[in-house]
């Protein structure tokens, strides 16, 4: 490893660090417990135990039942399987999808391989804030549509969803609901019968587990199509020898970051909100990106005019800070274009090129968000200047 000065990370939307508590939990499992949980044999014993207990832990924090979590790699894998297999585990309805135009890239680019693949998709538009809008939803709703996916809240922008609404209306239709809860679960509380949600992904290191590990809940009498095939772990439904260390990991940060969403959020929201109002007061020209009030805690989203060819030296400058932020663009070595989640929001190409997403955990401090404020206020300088 190469030496980098100490940095301070306001990127935990990207991912997060691993708790202590899930690292502990997880150690016995990568040393001594190293058994196949499959096995028939003395050694599978402890592992499956705690499997068992992860998945119990996990299926608590949702208000499901342990049978109705399955284990995967990650976000990206439980996306796929939901929107690929829902479609097809819906007899009776057709072959038309419906998913939000501001999807992580999992469910947009897992949408465009189903449109080439013989079904119909619809992306649906969101307003300004990125919100999905009802009327616009049951507008889209054919006889044939078997399947509907919105993230319950925003990688980029951080905007909430109405997700029990949408819910509710797809239930009277008698269509499946999945929803991408990657970037909620362990931050806002999440209750799938409430909510009435039937499919919902999440990840173990977007809340304090492991990297390569997640879950799909899915709702008891629903038969997915496998995704995986091969054994019969995950009840026939997910093949692959079981990530024991992962899963524990994940169950531990589950229960953990869950118990404790009503204390960060105190804490992270007050950090949010200085940040939004320190760049919003004084860096003319930014414009905030997502809800103002139904966005995550530890968002902000900013895009500022003025900069236009220069864009992409907002996170270069930041970088070069030691600030760890993310950009709401690809910077590629001669164009860029802003993402997706931005165009769908409507923010102009030359602005949107310039948007820096700030996101924040519990482990931040003021004194790091003052810091990043300052170094933001002085690139947009530097850049306007130009
Ligand atoms: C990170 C993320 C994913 C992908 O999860 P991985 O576990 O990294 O594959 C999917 N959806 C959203 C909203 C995410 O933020």
């Given at each position: 490893m190469t030496d980098i000065p100490p940095q301070i990370f306001l990127d935990n939307a990207s991912t997060t660090r691993l708790r202590k508590e899930a690292l502990d939990a997880m150690m016995p499992y990568l040393t001594e417990s190293y058994g196949n949980p499959s096995s028939s044999h003395k050694m599978a014993k402890g592992p499956r135990e705690a499997v068992k207990e992860a998945r119990k832990k996990i299926a608590d924090c949702l208000n499901a039942?342990?049978?109705?979590i399955f284990f995967t790699s990650g976000g990206t894998e439980s996306d796929n399987w939901a929107l690929k297999s829902g479609a097809v585990s819906n007899p009776g309805k057709g072959r038309h999808v419906i998913v939000s135009a501001i999807e992580h890239h999992a469910i947009i680019e897992s949408a465009k391989w189903m449109e080439r693949n013989g079904f119909d998709v619809t992306f649906l538009p969101v307003d300004e804030f990125g919100l999905v809008d009802l009327k616009t939803l049951e507008s889209a709703i054919?006889?044939?549509?078997?399947l509907v996916s919105v993230m319950t809240a925003n990688n980029e922008i951080g905007t909430i969803e109405p997700i029990k609404e949408i819910g509710a209306l797809c239930k009277e239709k008698g269509i499946l609901f999945h929803t991408d809860a990657v970037q909620a679960f362990g931050h806002i509380h999440l209750d799938v019968k409430e909510m009435n949600i039937d499919m919902l992904s999440a990840s173990?290191?977007?809340?304090g587990g492991p990297k390569g590990v997640g879950f799909l809940y899915v709702r008891k009498g629903i038969k997915l199509e496998p995704f995986m095939h091969g054994g019969a772990q995950e009840n026939g439904e997910r093949a692959g020898t079981t990530n024991v260390p992962g899963i524990v990991g994940m169950g531990v940060a589950a229960e953990l970051s869950v118990a404790e969403i009503d204390e960060d959020t105190e804490y992270i929201q007050k950090l949010r909100d200085h940040c939004i109002q320190r760049i919003s007061s004084e860096i003319e020209g930014a414009k905030l990106n997502g809800h103002p009030t139904q966005r995550l805690p530890g968002n902000v989203n900013f895009s500022f005019s003025g900069i236009g060819a220069m864009a992409c030296g907002i996170p270069m400058l930041m970088n070069g800070n030691g600030m760890c932020v993310s950009t709401g663009?690809?910077?590629a070595a001669s164009s860029t274009e802003p993402s997706h989640v931005i165009m769908a929001i409507g923010v102009p190409k030359e602005m949107g090129n310039s948007t820096i997403r700030v996101t924040i955990s519990r482990e931040n401090t003021v004194e790091e968000i003052d810091r990043a404020v300052d170094v933001i206020k002085e690139s947009v300088a530097r850049l306007r200047a130009l």
């Open positions: 039942s342990s049978s109705e054919r006889e044939d549509t078997a173990g290191h977007k809340f663009s690809a910077c």
